[in-house]
Nanobody, 126 residues
Framework: VQLQASGGGLVQPGGSLRLSCVAS????????TGWFRQAPGKEREFVAQ????????PYGDSVKGRFTISRDNAANTVSLQMNNLRPEDTAVYYC????????????????????WGQGTLVTVSS
């Protein structure tokens, strides 16, 4: 599976951005798809996950209520709508995916994901 992320850029605090991730390389969607982010000098952080068959969509504590993850199975696309952005949201955002069952229970762990996109930079600054 190849993951291509897009949509990053520069936005002012309080603004919005929408990231997209397109999966290619096979006809079926991965079991789970999600987003991680990494700010300069910080550890990688779980952002959100969505499952192919629906159900719970977990979010990282720092983005709950502001970010929304969604998917279009027909287009093999997962999107991350980011609202009310803050300077601390500045990071490289990575699209991730996995077919492993432990990626459902251990959604917060980067080790649960086998597929990583190249990352897209989001900068929140005035």
């Amino acid at each position: 599976v190849q993951l291509q992320a897009s949509g990053g850029g520069l936005v002012q605090p309080g603004g919005s951005l929408r990231l997209s991730c397109v999966a290619s390389g096979r006809t079926s969607s991965p079991l789970v798809t999600g987003w991680f982010r990494q700010a300069p000098g910080k550890e990688r952080e779980f952002v959100a996950q969505i499952r192919r068959r629906g159900g719970m969509t977990p979010y990282g504590d720092s983005v709950k209520g502001r970010f929304t993850i969604s998917r279009d199975n027909a287009a093999n696309t997962v999107s991350l709508q980011m609202n009310n952005l803050r300077p601390e949201d500045t990071a490289v955002y990575y699209c991730v995916a996995s077919d492993r069952s432990d990626s459902v229970g251990y959604y917060w762990s980067a080790d649960s994901y086998d597929y990583w996109g190249q990352g897209t930079l989001v900068t929140v600054s005035s």
